[in-house]
């Protein structure tokens, strides 16, 4: 070794060879980090697997071993049905909303210059406010008798709605507030993926003919932005997916707005059906890794220079 | 016969600070007219006013004799080459090329997706256009190269790609912005060659951008250099390194630079190097300071001085190749460098520590007065070192 | 600056206003709940209880309804468990992800490979999965109802370990070597040097951290009962539930103080924030 070596000349002989040293210290500062792995997400994991196997409930004496039971009983559970078909269906609201109007404000924002400011204040601001206040907020807003949101639907001569006691209107409703939530955080993500778009290609475009705002859209705004717009659609899939504080406060899961986190949350800790509540969220898993294996499967094909 | 552009009076300011000001130029159909200058001297600002990008303050620019002022970049028939080249990543070299051609001929309703195949004319159209793009493809032999996107394409690739974009749409006006600074420098030399070849065979006019003096002498019929927004001077490469407008212009323009050496005019008019007489007389010129600008092949160095020359001793000497760069330091002022170019077989006589006496034609000297533009000098008898 | 565009200044005026009426109508949309909310909290509950739609409160009852707020719920109590447990969970995940994100970027060590695909399959991994074996732990231990339960399913991030490590790839190998041959050990060059450089990274997970903690409900729901412990989330459903007397106001007073503090901090630093979320990306 070159240090080895050298170190004589200098008058000092280190104690150990680098690799070794670098061998000692990278295991050091990774022992806190990789035990904490295995405390609270590898060995919960493989707790989780084997509990969803069984019929495991608190103050019960014995516990059985159900194979693929759980899974079974939530195909054909009608409550677990629901919750399924409203997860999709809030998320199908909630992602083409998101990525569409977050690009849409990103676009007109990303074109100010004084104004811009105070939009991505207003935008954002309800990123940062405290969701289950603002849910609060929303109840009042949306109160069929005191709230200004019906206020004006009467006066304007429409018939009063009731949007957080009509089941048919509950996801609709959540998903409005969830959008609500989220177009400021697409948006800013969004104006990331602008700022990074290089000026040369909208000069080359507008020399090319192609500087109305279509083409310019078209020729090169859309193009450069096809990694951003992927990553905010899966993010706001994910976001989505995991819908509860607005339920939590707003419906408490009753009749209509049944969706999947609510669910596990009410199997598991308030039924206290451990091994049921598992399975479900051995499915909630699942989904969440085939959100992440499509992302990386994006990421890995993009990038055209 | 029509100026391919004039430009008059242009000015343009960003917020407060002055860009350009007063810009005159009228370029003749055909020529290569380079703009320099060192960086922040407004030279780009220039070329994107010319090319519709950027709008003046004041003046106008008239492309082939029209006033093209309130006129889209698309509609003064111009192309333009971009520093990054700015070709469309996600499409091929053909749909780069294409682009132009395609917004000029279908409509808008034509080029959306899923909709432009209800246009019963598109596939004739492109059909055409395909065309066009295979004969400009062969003209700048990138052929094989059609179906691959810019990521897969080499720095020298790319910037034939670029052009042929810029080719295709066969404009008046070429506009380029410094193309050239992104490839290595034996690319470059290429690179050079290649666009003079091709703007004889097109025999279009250039509007060539550049900070890199040796790009616009090699290349150009004209060069006009830009100096903090004014034009310090337009003219053949030739007039630009044997007639400096100013010693802004002769420093920038010559590798290795010129040698600038303090000076006076005497109360009579007469060049004082020192305390020697150059020869140099300036007509009715007042006394004072001046700069006394000498290119490094126009000095001449002398071992055995029998008379009174300024004395430099030499303190290094460069290899070249054909030549040789000699650096000197002058005597009574060791603050001034000076180099001196000789031809290789000269090398013998000189040794570094030596001192040698510097002489020089005083035809082939530039003077400049105190805010550094250029004197009228003629030449009288007395010279330094002349008589050995 | 921004450049001057073609074509002819009607079409821009027209863009330009057209831009500005539709944002105006989203950020509208956007703040309504906020100024509805401010309204409301200033209101007297005769006022609420017509519905109208009037937006200048007659009558001014703010002082009213924040005491009877405070008075209804411990709310600052909510507060100063929020900054415990935002903090707590911040400094652990630092002192943690840290150091291990350094080993994995730099240093060669048994088991790198394997540590760092197990840190990039945890990025798929939200808290809803391992909330049940967790909770099931914590109530074998009887350690529910604490802060330390609050805390201890975060105190590994591995979004931490991934966005440092990214961070610090990118510092010159040069200067590490030239560190150790001056003789500073691993862990010097670790903080002296490393960790100044990578600021801006830190603290934007810093705000990311502390936005996503200060704002949990799912888990603070389920191993808190006591509202003693309940952060401002968790509080504000309490509160909700609570006998407001159908009031409001009052209601809306406590919303308006449980987010004012994240509010007021991204007003403050909104810069801040917003590369936060740039650099993260991930909600």
């Known amino acids: ?305 | 016969m029509e100026h391919s552009l004039e430009l008059a009076q242009i000015s343009k300011a960003f917020g407060k600070t002055g860009v350009l000001s007063e810009i005159d130029l009228a370029v003749q159909p055909g020529e290569f007219l380079s703009l320099v200058g060192p960086s922040g001297c407004g030279k780009s600002t220039l070329l994107r006013i010319i090319s519709g990008l950027e709008r003046q303050d004041a003046g106008q620019v008239r492309i082939a004799g029209r006033t093209v002022d309130a006129l889209s970049p698309r509609a003064r028939n111009i192309a333009m080459v971009f520093q990054n080249y700015a070709l469309y990543p996600h499409m091929s070299a053909a749909e780069n090329i294409a682009l132009p051609l395609m917004v000029d001929r279908l409509s808008l309703f034509e080029r959306l997706p899923l909709i432009r195949h209800l246009s019963p004319r598109r596939k004739r159209i492109e059909a055409a256009i395909s065309g066009e793009i295979g004969k400009v493809a062969e003209a700048l032999q990138i052929e094989p190269l059609l179906a691959r996107k810019p990521g897969q394409l080499s720095g020298g690739q790319r910037q034939r790609v670029a052009l042929a974009r810029a080719m295709v749409r066969q404009p008046s006006l070429f506009l380029m912005d410094e193309p050239l600074s992104n490839l290595d420098a034996q690319l470059r030399v290429h690179m050079r060659d290649e666009l003079t070849d091709l703007h004889r065979r097109l025999g279009a006019t250039f509007i060539y951008v550049t900070h890199d003096q040796i790009e616009a002498m090699t290349m150009s019929t004209r060069i006009a250099m830009l100096d903090g927004g004014r034009l310090a001077q337009i003219g053949s490469p030739a007039d630009l390194y044997e007639r400096p407008a100013s010693l802004t212009v002769a420093r920038f323009i010559g590798s290795p630079a010129i040698n600038v050496l303090p000076a006076r005019l005497d109360p009579q008019g007469h060049v004082i190097l020192g305390t020697l007489p150059t020869g140099l007389v300036v007509p009715d010129g007042m006394a004072g300071p001046v700069s006394l600008g000498l290119r490094p092949e126009h000095i001449r160095l002398h071992a055995a001085c029998d008379r009174a020359m300024p004395m430099a001793t030499l303190r290094r000497s460069e290899h070249h190749g054909a030549d040789r760069l000699l650096h000197l330091d002058l005597a009574e002022d060791r603050q001034t460098g000076l180099i001196v170019r000789i031809p290789q077989d000269e090398t013998g006589q000189f040794q570094p520590g030596e001192t040698y006496g510097i002489g020089f034609a005083p035809e082939k000297a530039h003077l400049f007065d105190a805010s550094g533009l250029r004197m009228a000098t003629r030449t009288v008898p007395a010279r330094i070192g002349a008589a050995a | 600056m921004k450049a001057a565009r073609f074509p002819l200044p009607t079409g821009r005026l027209l863009r330009f206003a057209g831009a500005h009426a539709v944002l105006l109508v989203g950020a509208a949309f956007m703040l309504l709940p906020f100024i509805w909310m401010l309204l409301t909290a200033i209101r007297a509950p005769d006022e609420i209880l017509t519905g109208g739609l009037n937006p200048i409160p007659r009558s001014f009852h703010a002082v009213e309804n924040f005491s009877a707020a405070l008075q209804q719920a411990p709310l600052l109590r909510f507060m100063v468990n929020g900054v415990i447990i935002c903090g707590g969970i911040l400094i652990i995940q630092l002192i943690v992800a840290i150091p291990a994100a350094y080993a994995l970027a730099k240093l060669r060590f048994p088991g790198r490979g394997l540590l760092f695909a197990a840190v990039i399959g945890g990025l798929c991994i939200p808290i809803q999965v391992p909330a049940l074996p967790i909770y099931l732990a914590l109530a074998e231990f009887g350690l529910l109802d604490s802060y330390f339960a609050m805390m201890v399913p975060f105190f590994l991030s591995v979004f931490a370990i991934f966005l440092f490590r990214q961070t610090f790839r990118g510092f010159p190998d040069e200067i590490l070597q030239a560190a150790r041959v001056d003789g500073l050990g691993e862990f010097e060059i670790l903080w002296r040097i490393v960790v100044p450089s990578a600021l801006p990274a830190i603290a934007a997970f810093s705000i990311f951290s502390i936005v996503a903690h200060w704002n949990d409900l799912y888990w603070p729901m389920i191993v808190i009962q006591r509202m003693d412990y309940a952060p401002p989330p968790l509080g504000m459903l309490f509160f909700a539930n609570s006998e407001t007397g159908a009031s409001y106001g009052v209601l809306m007073a406590g919303a308006t103080i449980i987010t004012a503090p994240l509010v007021l901090v991204f007003l403050l630093a909104r810069r801040r924030f917003v590369q936060g979320i740039t650099m993260t990306g991930i909600k």
Request: glycine share 8%.
């Open chain 1, 1 to 305: 070794m070159t240090t080895l070596a050298l170190a004589p000349a200098v008058g000092r002989v280190p104690r150990r060879s680098r690799p070794v040293r670098e061998w000692l210290a990278g295991t050091l500062f990774v022992v806190p980090a990789t035990m904490l792995l295995l405390a609270i997400i590898l060995a919960p994991l493989l707790c989780l697997l084997i509990l969803s196997l069984t019929d495991y409930e608190i103050g019960a004496m014995q516990i059985r071993w159900l194979g693929l039971g759980n899974f079974e009983k939530a195909l054909s559970d009608p409550v677990f049905r629901r919750a399924m078909g409203n997860t999709l269906l809030y998320v199908a609201l909630v992602l083409p909303g998101g990525v569409i109007l977050g690009l849409l404000v990103a676009l007109l924002v990303h074109g100010r210059t004084r104004s811009r400011a105070f939009y991505e204040v207003a935008y954002f601001l309800p990123v940062t406010a405290t969701l289950i206040a603002m849910a609060a907020v929303w109840q009042f807003l949306l109160h069929p008798k005191l709230g200004p949101v019906n206020g004006l639907l009467k006066a304007a001569g429409f018939p009063e709605m009731a949007f957080i006691s009509e089941p048919s209107l509950l996801i609709p409703t959540l998903a409005v507030i969830g959008l609500w939530n989220l177009i400021g955080f697409n948006m800013i993500l969004f104006l990331a993926g602008l700022t990074a778009i290089p000026r040369d290609l909208y000069d080359a475009a507008e020399i090319d003919g192609a500087g109305g705002p279509i083409d310019r859209f078209l020729t090169v705004t859309w193009p450069q932005l096809a990694p951003t717009t992927m990553f905010v659609a899966v993010t706001t899939s994910i976001t989505a997916f995991k819908v509860f504080d607005t339920v939590a406060v707003l419906t408490r899961g009753r009749d209509g707005s049944e969706v999947l986190l609510y669910a596990i949350y009410l199997e598991g800790f308030q039924y206290f059906k451990i091994g049921y509540s598992a399975a479900l969220t051995v499915i909630f898993l699942a989904f969440m890794l085939a959100f992440s294996v499509f992302q990386a499967f994006q990421l890995d094909r993009r990038v055209h220079y």
